[in-house]
């Protein structure tokens, strides 16, 4: 006979079919007892979805309500009970507004926009603003259930459009009922710009907006958009020259290093980046790609020379033991130089008089602290949470877990 157990053996193991035909009864009840392995309750709640028994909802929401349980079934339990108007109390008091829990205040504010609530549009615009995809997508769940509810207008009169989020959820709205949304190129955030470029859909039309832009940054997001349909790097380059080649200019940011950052990292940078960056990567010529090979054992035989005695060289992620990034670790004694794989560039976090000589002489380039330390600007790339511009050190010698 077959069983919860046997049915959700292990984490990550579910047998989604043979729950979804398990009584519904026993799922409800196994869901309630706390006893029982988190993720095994939350396989139940899934298989529940559209037959739970009534009797059954008073326990389940108990469960929602004890923030002893464990998060994860909470949460599923949320999108399960999203019909149940009796927990809208429970939602709206500003206990829960608390962020100790991690994923519920999301899950209680869609759990609001499931149920209705305006009065939860604005945090919810706020959510669907957000950079990370699983938020964004939580926040845009719960306005798209206020919208089917009370209707767009109502909504969208809700929202106002004070806030940079409160604009782009009008931008959603209105190209969803397939209006044009290129006067929102235009607006002064980044943010709601880029998704209007990333919305459009037709070159022609984005090609009439090159002369009715209003603003020099709404023309290079429409230079931008049409790239993005139709890969035509003459057309964009063009239009570039037409509109005097805008860029970023950085105090101390030499062409060397503006070339390797722009082609690394200009591409698919943070939606609030200065489009100038994105349009420059677009038309400029890609530096020569560095031979990584070659140019570690030139750093080697450089150190070796200089009787350094250096270990071989090992990636980022191997020297923190995760992650990846651009620049490979090589020791010798008690210190260490990184290299970075984006061109002729090494560095170290203390002075290493003796390495800097070797590999200089060996055609390296030394980033010193001054170098490091310029900041730049308008290009936001994402770094352990923050998406802001970062300094060179970090673009050259870039590693993330």
């Known amino acids: 006979m077959r069983t919860i157990e046997t049915l959700v053996p292990r984490a990550g193991q579910v047998d989604a079919a043979g729950l979804r035909e398990f009584d519904a009864d026993r799922l409800a009840g196994y869901v309630a007892d706390s006893a029982h392995p988190w993720w095994r309750r939350r396989a139940c709640v899934v298989a529940l979805a559209g037959r ?24 599923a339990l949320l999108d399960l009970l999203a019909d149940r108007a009796e927990l809208l109390p429970w939602l709206r008091h500003e206990d829960r507004r608390q962020k100790s829990s991690y994923g519920m205040p999301e899950a209680i504010l869609k759990a609001r926009g499931l149920l209705g609530d305006r009065s939860a549009v604005g945090e919810l615009a706020t959510l669907a603003a957000e950079p990370w995809p699983r938020l964004r997508a939580i926040g845009e769940a719960g306005l798209d259930a206020l919208v089917a509810r009370h209707g767009t207008a109502a909504v969208l009169a809700d929202v106002g459009d004070a806030r940079p989020e409160d604009r782009a959820f009008r ?132 150190l070796t020379a200089a009787g350094l005695a250096p270990e071989p060289p090992v990636s980022c992620g191997e020297h923190h033991r995760q ?50 330390a310029i900041r730049v600007t308008g290009l936001c790339v994402y770094y352990f949470g923050s998406r802001e511009p970062p300094d060179v050190a970090t673009l050259l010698f870039y590693w993330q877990d």
């Open 52 to 75: 739970v028994p009534e009797h059954c909802v008073a326990g389940l929401i108990a469960c929602v309500h004890d923030p002893g349980d464990m998060d994860e079934v909470r949460i």
């Open 323 to 372: 992650g990846g990034g651009t620049y490979h670790v090589i020791r010798f004694g008690e210190s260490e130089i990184s290299v970075s794989t984006l061109g002729r560039f090494a560095t170290s976090y203390e002075d290493e008089p003796a390495a800097r000589a070797a590999l200089e002489s060996a055609g390296f380039r030394w980033i010193d602290r001054a170098t490091d």
């Open 171 to 302: 931008v959603r709205m209105r190209h969803r009922a397939g209006q044009d949304v290129t006067d929102a190129l235009a607006d002064p955030d980044r943010a709601v710009a880029y998704l209007a470029q990333s919305l459009l859909t037709d070159p022609d039309r984005i090609r009439g907006c090159l002369d009715e832009a209003p603003t020099a940054e709404a023309k290079l997001w429409a230079a931008y958009a049409l790239h993005r349909l139709t890969g035509d790097t003459a057309e964009t380059r063009a239009i570039h020259d037409s509109l005097g080649r805008p860029r970023v200019e950085v105090d101390g940011l030499d062409e060397e290093l503006r070339g390797v950052i722009l082609q690394e990292y200009g591409h698919d940078c943070e939606e609030r980046s200065d489009p100038r960056w994105r349009v420059e990567a677009i038309c400029a010529e890609p530096p020569a790609e560095p031979d990584e090979d070659e140019q570690l054992r030139r750093a080697m035989a450089a």
